[in-house]
């Protein structure tokens, strides 16, 4: 359902595809106002086979399972050689991180009482200050320096300790908080002494690869499950770089890749396993000889909280049954996620051992205060011109457009490529393909404007992006979730498209006004609170009632 009304200007400038520009007026204004020309793209079918003759093509690197990795050689000591092209590759500088504000504004938060510390353990680990002293693995600290990470962030100086010292875990902590390095580097710094004695054989990829005769079972050491396949793509990469010269290989399977390679990767060997449940219980159920869990070491269950609707109860459950045959019982869980629910609770009672710690990094007062915020009164019948008119008015930036629904997100977009500006889209109606494609294009800045519902983006990680527009807000009996997912970090600016159907939202807008200081607009002047205070605490921690948190619980650090 949308309430997505097509204007004049709309119909005007649909419908899309290649050839010349519709309206060359608008082309040309869009070149004089800086923005790069829109590319059209042409995908090749999705089955693999070739493009049409007709088609431009397809010219981008090859699907994300199949990303170089640090190929280790038996021949290398403890610490293989730098490789220069794959360190280059993996640890781009276009690529990483920009430090945003919402970043010093989290490592400052490390002083402030903002962290909740509940842990259900006799012991609760200090946190770590830096990420030398840590007693980490020197290769993967190696890997830390060069990805750019100076410090940890608050979820990470809690986790990397407690997972050190071997607890569960539950983390949670907003989007962009650096959870996929909290759990990722710790697991990784443990194994990494140890891969010889608890990895399963290998063949040495240094002397090619015969599938015939070199093919292994995967006996991951580490599975990492995630709900969508950006997110799984986004992990696997992280641990490319945090794998770099050590011993342990990661790989990625998810679905709508093409599952026969991505099985070809397993059959390499593989230590470190980032999958969606989909394509997990495929191939445990249908591949037996493929893959074995009774290695794991560590499971875990990133944006847990998205997974564990009901109807993925039977699926989560075999997932985390999957490595109880580990001999030794030495397997730890971890969950992760923004928020923490009643089913996480349910799942961490089931099967997270007793003295787990949970860790919640609460909103530090405004995380977003050197955002700009903006909302702005604007007809449904409007939006589109009003985007455009917003687009165009501003000097060119990476910018992201959440719309509610997919029917929007390809109108929006068709309508202001025709209108010569850079843009793309995602949602779920696309193949994978095309939403690795829509995503590399936005993240090389070959299309800096990306339309999305919000449940696609969701979790993703997309640098540097310095404008985000609500083009729609989330409908009131949507999750206020939604509008977190605009809490990207580095955001500069972000712009909210509001009007009379969607009052549902609007305390919650006014709150983020006044949190941040900004102007009220007159259309919300009534709601104003007196004092003018605002009240964050249920923003992530509503659900969070605590009940099993004897010792300690609930204290501020
Ligand atoms: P989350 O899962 O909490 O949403 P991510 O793990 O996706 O967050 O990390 C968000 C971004 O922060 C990523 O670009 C990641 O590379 C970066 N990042 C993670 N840890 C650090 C750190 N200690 N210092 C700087 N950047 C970091
Ligand atoms: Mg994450």
Known sequence: MTDFVKTEDMAEALPTTDGPPKDQEAYDRAREKGWSAPEPSNYPAENGTEAQSNEVPFVEEAWMHSAQKYEWSEEFGDVGPKITELEAQLFNPDLKPV????????????????????????????????????????VIVENIKLSGYDTPTPIQAYTIPAIGKGYDVIGTAQTGSGKTAAYLIPALSKLMGKVKKLAAPRPNLANGFNPDTDMVRAEPLILVVAPTRELCCQIFDESRRLCYRSMLRPCVAYGGGPKREQMDELRKGCDILVATPGRLIDFMSNHPNLLSLNRLRFTIIDEADEMLHDDWEKEMSKIMAGGDTN?????????FSATFNKRMRKLAKKYLSGDHIRIRIGRAGSTHINVQQNVIWVENNEKQKALYDLLISMPPSRTLVF?????????????????????????????????????????????????????????????????????????????????????????????????DKDE??????????????????????ERVPEDKKVDFEDDSGAEDDDEGAQDGGGDSW
């Open 327 to 335: 001999e030794d019982g030495n397997h730890r869980y971890m969950l």
């Open 403 to 499: 719309v509610r629904s997919k029917k929007t997100a390809d109108f929006v977009d068709d309508y202001l490529f025709n209108l010569g500006l850079p843009s793309t889209s995602i949602h779920s109606d696309r193949t994978q393909r095309e939403r690795e494609d829509a995503i590399r294009a936005f993240k090389s800045g070959r299309a800096p404007i990306m339309v999305t519902t919000g449940v696609s983006a969701r979790g993703l990680d997309i640098r540097n992006v310095m404008h985000v527009i609500n083009f729609d807000l989330p409908s009131i009996d949507y999750d206020a979730k939604m509008s977190r997912t605009a809490r990207i970090g580095n955001v500069g600016l972000a712009t909210s498209f509001y009007n």
């Open 504 to 525: 549902g939202m609007a305390d919650y807008l006014v709150k983020i006004l006044l949190e941040t200081g900004q102007p009220i607009p007159d259309f919300f002047a």
């Open 99 to 138: 430090k945003g504000n919402l970043f010093e504004k989290q490592v400052s938060s490390l002083n402030l009482t903002s962290i909740k510390v509940i842990a259900e353990a006799v012991e609760r680990p200090a946190p770590i200050r830096d990420f030398d002293n840590a007693g980490l693995h020197p």
